[in-house]
Each structure stands twice: as C-alpha cells, then as structure tokens.
C-alpha cells in the first residue's frame, strides 16, 4: 500500500473577534458523475504534478489555467516541480477528460515564497498562471476571473480531493465572510487535493473565478476556506507571461513547518495530494 503525504493547504484556527452574520445554511457536496452533471464545469479540472499528486485548477482562457502555487511545490523536500511534468486534465472524470494539455510555461505571485514560515501570510500570495502548451477549443468554455464579491454573498465552489479525485464535486452554496486580513474567507468545504479550486460567482448566468483556494481554517470552531483575491494578480501574471518573465521555480530546499504566527496550525492537512512509493520490505 502506497504512503499518501498530505502537503500544501494550510490548516489554520483564528479567533473570531466579532460574531459573523447570520446566512442561509451552506448546501452539501454533490458529486458531478456524468456529463450532464458537469456541463459548464469542464473548465475545471486536475492538475497533475509530475506523476506524483495532484491539485485542482480552472482555464480562465483558451490557454491559461490557474491554481495555487503551492501546489508547485514538493512539500517533503521543497524542490519546485518542474512545468514539463504539469499536465492539466480539464472535467476529469473517471478516467476520460475533456482536454489534455501540457503546460510550457508558469508565473507566480511575485510576493510568493514557499519557504515563509508564516503560513497565514502567504494565503494573498498563493497564485499561480499557468499558460498551456497548447489552446484548449471546442466544448470546454473557459471560467474568467472577476473581483470577488462582499461578505454575505453567495459563492460555489468545484473541487477534487483525496476522497473523489476521479471527478469532482460541486458545493453550489457556501457564502464569503467578513475579511480578516489580506485573503478572501468563506464557508466553502475543501478538503485534500482542493488547492487550486475556482470559488465562483454567477452573474446574470455566467460563471466567474473570484478566488482560488489556498488555505483550510477554523474560525473558531467554524470551518473555513481562504483564498487570494484575483482581481490585481491575474493580469499582473500574464503580464509576466507575456513578457517572457515567468518566473524561474528555484528549489528553495525546506519543507512546511510549524509557522511562528499567533494561530494554532493544525497537522495533517493539505491541498496538494503527493504520492509516496512504500518502503522496501526487509527479509
């Protein structure tokens, strides 16, 4: 049996300094099984990490694709992955996707580092554009990006995760929270293998990617999900991209520690799902 390390989405307690307003109960977790289920999701997929483990990621355009950049990252030894071995796998469903593509080239958040003990304050800087060896045309629409919307609004959110990662699952009604910080919070349900999900917003009946999941939390004794706001560092990506300044992924050695920050990091949690072959069996 393989050994599964979990590694990448935070798990954080915060202290709730003030009461947060009363909301419609969130929905539950609905597995999207068959293609009906899925149309007008096919722009969310898995993204695979050089064979080992995977996130979620969203194309918000014909060759674009965004998720968390510590999912580029190898938590156990802190060694960058390089974009050759990503392989986006757009409506991912037991077996079958809806596009296939490789990825030429990455950028991430400029204020991005893997090795800041401070998990917490990475969360607005966990960002990562990834631009696709080839277009993505046909059936699958892109999601775009737009600003997210203010607490009490209600979002959805598309993920895979340890316990459904051959096709994901949509909670069409979680809601963001007052801000407590740099980052979005909402009530969304994300477990291992989410980092990387699109939080939507529908607006006049299209979808829109307000956020992407970095972080799992507790406020108080609530469960959260925090995300980086997108309206200021998307464009600021592919304009990296587009320059020809992607950014190198530099193996910065370490790995996830315990942060010196006033929350109490919790263990055991992830976002990037990574496999790990077994040890040798001894005679």
């Known amino acids: 049996m393989r050994n599964v390390l979990m590694s990448g989405l935070l798990a954080l307690s915060m202290a709730a300094a003030t009461p947060a307003p009363a909301l419609p109960p969130d929905s539950g977790l609905q597995p999207l099984e068959t293609m009906a289920a899925l149309r007008g999701l096919e722009a969310v997929g898995r993204l695979e990490i050089g064979g080992r483990g995977f996130c979620t990621a969203t194309l918000i355009s014909e060759s674009e694709v965004l998720t968390a950049a510590h999912c580029l990252f190898d938590p156990a030894d802190g060694m960058a992955v390089a974009p050759e071995a990503l392989i986006f796998r757009a409506?991912?469903?037991?077996?079958?996707?809806?596009?296939?593509?490789?990825?030429?080239?990455?950028?991430i958040h400029r204020d991005y580092d893997f090795r800041d003990e401070d998990r917490l304050r990475r969360v607005a800087s966990d960002v990562a554009l990834l631009s696709l060896d080839r277009p993505v045309r046909g059936p699958v629409r892109p999601l775009p990006t737009l600003r997210a919307p203010g607490a009490g609004a209600a979002v959805h959110v598309v993920s895979y995760a340890h316990d459904r990662a051959e096709a994901p699952?949509?909670?069409?009604?979680?809601?963001?929270?007052?801000?407590?910080?740099?980052?979005?919070?909402?009530?969304?349900?994300?477990?291992?293998?989410?980092?990387?999900?699109?939080?939507?917003?529908?607006?006049?009946g299209v979808r829109f990617v307000a956020s992407v999941v970095s972080a799992k939390a507790a406020l108080g004794t609530r469960p959260v999900a925090l995300g980086a706001q997108l309206d200021i560092v998307v464009p600021m990506l592919r304009a990296e991209l587009s320059r020809g300044h992607a950014r190198q992924l530099a193996a910065p050695g370490g790995s996830e520690r315990d942060a010196p920050v006033p929350v109490r990091l919790m263990q055991g949690t992830s976002g990037a799902r990574f496999l790990r072959p077994p040890p040798p069996k001894t005679p």
């Open 169 to 204: 699952a949509l909670q069409a009604r979680c809601h963001v929270l007052p801000a407590r910080g740099p980052h979005l919070t909402t009530s969304c349900d994300v477990d291992y293998g989410a980092s990387g999900a699109p939080i939507l917003v529908e607006q006049g």
């Open 91 to 107: 409506g991912l469903r037991h077996g079958r996707a809806a596009a296939e593509r490789g990825v030429r080239a990455v950028a």
